[in-house]
């Protein structure tokens, strides 16, 4: 199985390694013309305004947007979480490009700017259940988004907690802290066949993320082919 992965700017390289890592081909998808053939893509971390500006320089927005209305599963990290997104907020005026799909508002400056990276063990139960192993991941979140609000058809896959006024060097460590001082936000979702996380999954050496993604791959494609195999006669 071979799955796309935009490969604009970004971290690109280091998702293509964790699915080799998995046995999977990674394929850097900077042409139109390639997401034909393929069935997922990943939507790496980065900047969101250049991947916007560099998906228009290469016409890829027609295209991509056609890949994510046929319920091919995509999985953005971080900017690609941004890019996906229906809505998003904290944006330079003039607004950017999104390609859309992921009915979520998120705020794409969240945390802060670059000083305030950190990284949180996260409690994700969901990816525990189908991938095993311990029940946090290890989250490194660098100038992240954080989703704002998400819509009825969205699955909260994990949150964090973090101090209302959002003063980044103090983010809870422990996300299950309580406190009236807290306010929780949302750091991954799933709807349908699109996967959100706004932290970076494939700058650790924690592959579940990659395997649950190829999971959500391979139960679309048992889809596609049993509802094109049509109604039996009889
Ligand atoms: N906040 C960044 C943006 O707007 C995303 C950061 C990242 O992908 N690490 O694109």
Request: charged share 20%; hydrophobic share 40%.
């Amino acid at each position: 199985m071979a799955v796309g992965v935009l490969a604009l700017q970004g971290s690109f390289n280091e998702h293509v390694a964790a699915l080799r890592k998995i046995g999977v081909k990674g394929v850097e998808v900077r042409k139109p013309e390639q997401l034909e053939s393929l069935s997922a893509l990943i939507i790496p971390g980065g900047e969101s305004t250049t991947m916007a500006k560099l998906a228009e320089y290469h016409n890829l927005f027609p295209a991509l947007r056609d890949f994510v209305k046929m319920g091919k599963p995509v999985w953005g990290t971080c900017a690609g979480l941004i890019f996906l997104a229906d809505k998003a907020v904290g944006v330079k005026s003039g607004g950017q490009e999104l390609l859309g799909g992921l009915d979520c508002t998120v705020h794409r400056n969240f945390f802060g700017s670059q000083v305030y990276s950190f990284e949180a063990d996260v409690l994700v139960p969901e990816l525990a259940a189908k991938e095993g192993g311990p029940e946090t991941f290890r989250g490194v979140f660098i100038r992240s988004p954080a989703i704002l609000e998400a819509g009825p058809d969205v699955e909260i896959l994990a949150d964090l907690s973090v101090p209302s006024d959002k003063s980044t060097k103090s983010v809870a460590q422990n996300p299950e802290e309580k406190s009236e001082t807290l306010e929780k936000v949302i750091i991954a979702v799933k709807q349908g066949n699109l996967l959100g996380t706004v932290f970076h999954p494939e700058l650790t050496a924690d592959t579940r993320w990659h395997s649950y993604f190829l999971k959500m791959v391979g139960d679309a494609n048992m889809q596609n082919c049993s509802s094109s195999e049509g109604v039996p006669d009889g």
